[in-house]
């Protein structure tokens, strides 16, 4: 099944789609199942949202099963990895589900030199590149009895070469022991591995006020810096609150990549107009990193293109 209706059924010990108990339930956790937002332990909205995300790949339903000695925190991580999510703690205390699959046009919060913010630095660390990607998986449909071992017949290999040639081979593998008929399941997350981290990702560490209080892990925001010209938008990794502080302060650190840096909604120009940047490609298959920063309706991977430019 989908990949957020697994979560929820080991934490809850309940289906996400019968919303009755599973008959292994004793084996797993014992959280509130209630899918509403009234739920006391998980948050019910952020699940359904992922879980909405994920279906909407059209290809996340995965079939595995797990050992009865299996560690939860290893089987869950293995899980978050094939949709780059994330699992945490929100500010209200319950549990939420996050995963990179971005839901664009909304910025949480501005955080400027104005408003409070008391330190800022960033980095960027050749540490993080990650330019070769490998997976091996289950292709063939194939179950071992008890503890028998789960044959990896499949293999999905991602390189970056330009990234190659610049960093060295900085390569990560992976033996996910799931099951889907076309392998999309790793090569959806091996892809946006690499999409991301190709090049060293931008991270922005900051120190500000309460005025964080409610920002969260996953959350888009801005920060600014009238005096070195910085305006980045980026995605929210690290939040640690430190209450003890007089005053109270809030750390956090945002990643910057490709993805999180377009300005969605602008349309472009097939015409030069001054700025700049126009004129745009017509065409979004074979538009620059720039043009690709304007809204393109459709693709040519389309049998009839949709797309429009003005």
């Known amino acids: 099944m989908n990949v957020g209706k697994i979560i929820w059924s080991v934490l809850t010990g309940y289906n996400w789609d019968t919303d009755t108990q599973e008959n292994w339930s004793g084996l797993v956790f014992d959280f509130d199942h209630t899918k509403s937002s009234a739920n006391t332990d998980l948050d019910y909205d952020a699940f359904n949202t992922a879980i909405t995300d994920i279906a909407s790949i059209g290809f996340f339903d995965i079939k595995g099963f797990a050992r009865r000695d299996t560690n939860a925190v290893d089987f869950l991580q293995q899980l978050l990895t094939l949709v780059l999510g994330s699992l945490f703690t929100g500010n209200d205390g319950r549990i939420k589900l996050k995963t990179?699959?971005?839901?664009?046009?909304?910025?949480?919060?501005?955080?400027a030199d104005e408003l409070k913010i008391t330190e800022l630095s960033y980095n960027r660390s050749i540490d993080e590149v990650i330019n070769s990607v490998t997976a091996n998986f289950i292709l063939t449909e194939n179950w071992p009895y008890s503890d028998g071992s789960v044959v990896l017949d499949g293999r999905y290999?991602?390189?970056?070469?330009?990234?190659?040639?610049?960093?060295?081979?900085?390569?990560v593998n992976f033996d996910i022991e799931w099951f889907h008929a076309s392998g999309q399941h790793v090569t959806d997350f091996a892809d946006k591995l690499i999409q991301k981290y190709s090049e060293p990702p931008l991270n922005?560490?900051?120190k500000t006020g309460m005025d964080a209080l409610t920002t969260e892990i996953g959350d888009r925001c801005v920060v600014r810096d009238a005096k070195t010209g910085i305006d980045v938008v980026g995605e929210v990794a690290i939040v640690s609150k430190l209450f003890d502080s007089k005053p109270t302060e809030i750390m956090m650190m945002l990643r910057r990549d490709a993805e999180v840096d377009q300005v969605f909604g602008y349309i472009g120009s097939s015409e030069d107009e001054g700025d700049g940047l126009s004129p745009q490609d017509d065409d979004y298959?074979?538009?620059s990193t720039q043009d690709k920063s304007f809204a393109y309706f459709g693709s040519t991977a389309t049998s009839t293109p949709d797309y429009r430019y003005f």
Do not use: M
């Not at 990179?100 to 955080?111: E, L, N, S, W």
């Open 100 to 111: 990179y699959i971005p839901t664009f046009g909304v910025v949480a919060r501005a955080f």
């Open 157 to 171: 290999s991602q390189d970056d070469s330009a990234s190659i040639a610049k960093y060295q081979k900085l390569a």
């Open 204 to 206: 922005v560490e900051f």
């Open 285 to 287: 298959d074979t538009a």
